[in-house]
């Protein structure tokens, strides 16, 4: 008997699971906000919620800017409002907060509210 037969030669398995480099959980990725927002979307259109005219009240100047309290409260009044869905965990307010933050030094502070009812209405 051959010293090769008697024992069995090692053969490394080929990996089936390969890692893929996750994103930064703390950064916004479009399929979050996406969700965010169809779940958002699923409850404005089955109570007929017009989020313009909840925003607009805060934006006084119609400048398409609230502040992120505002925000907030827009968008909880508009989610509590029915019981069709959850409302939203603070995780997701801010990540929505985050998302349409302004990139200006002026608004740097504020939410772009404007864009926010747009991408819910589409």
Not at 7 to 14: A, E, G, L
Not at 32 to 59: P, S
Not at 72 to 100: H, I, K, N, Q, W
């Amino acid at each position: 008997m051959s010293p090769a037969s008697a024992t069995t030669q090692y053969k490394p398995q080929t990996p089936t699971f390969v890692p893929v480099p996750s994103a930064n959980p703390f950064t916004p990725t479009p399929t979050t906000i996406e969700t965010i927002e169809n779940k958002i979307r699923a409850h404005i259109f089955a109570k007929r919620i017009r989020l313009v005219d909840l925003f607009a009240d805060f934006d006084k100047l119609r400048s398409g800017f609230v502040s992120a309290p505002q925000f907030r409260r827009c968008l909880g009044g508009a989610m509590e409002r029915g019981v069709v869905s959850a409302p939203l965990t603070e995780t997701e307010y801010a990540t929505l907060a985050d998302f349409y933050r302004g990139t200006n030094i002026d608004t740097n502070d504020r939410i772009k509210w404007i864009d926010f009812v747009d991408s819910i209405d589409k």
